[in-house]
């Protein structure tokens, strides 16, 4: 009976890694389909990424003088609103008095 057992389980245990190997290839296989080669759809992800990054690489530069001038519009608009009220303020007195 112990040998019995012994040998179900030394059975078992192939079986087992056996299907462990076969998986594994199996996702080597998807692996190297994904990313494996210069034709695989990572390496053209990589290569439209890298365009992008090219496309997009003087941004940085002009977004710094667009935030420059956009301060330079809000405290121009602060201003124009100090007068607003002003002005505002100034009627509403004329017509209050």
Not at 30 to 49: D, H, T
């Amino acid at each position: 009976m112990l040998i019995f057992l012994m040998a179900l389980t030394a059975l078992v245990t192939i079986i087992f890694f056996s299907a462990l190997a076969l998986y594994l290839m199996a996702i080597k296989d998807l692996l190297e389909a994904i990313g494996g080669s210069p034709n695989s759809y990572l390496a053209k992800l990589r290569m439209g990424l890298r365009a992008i990054e090219t496309e997009t690489g003087h941004l940085p530069g002009q977004v710094t003088k667009l935030n420059e001038g956009l301060t330079a519009v809000a405290d121009g608009l602060q201003v124009a609103d100090k007068h607003l009220t002003a002005t505002i303020d100034a009627v509403l007195h004329q017509q209050g008095g």
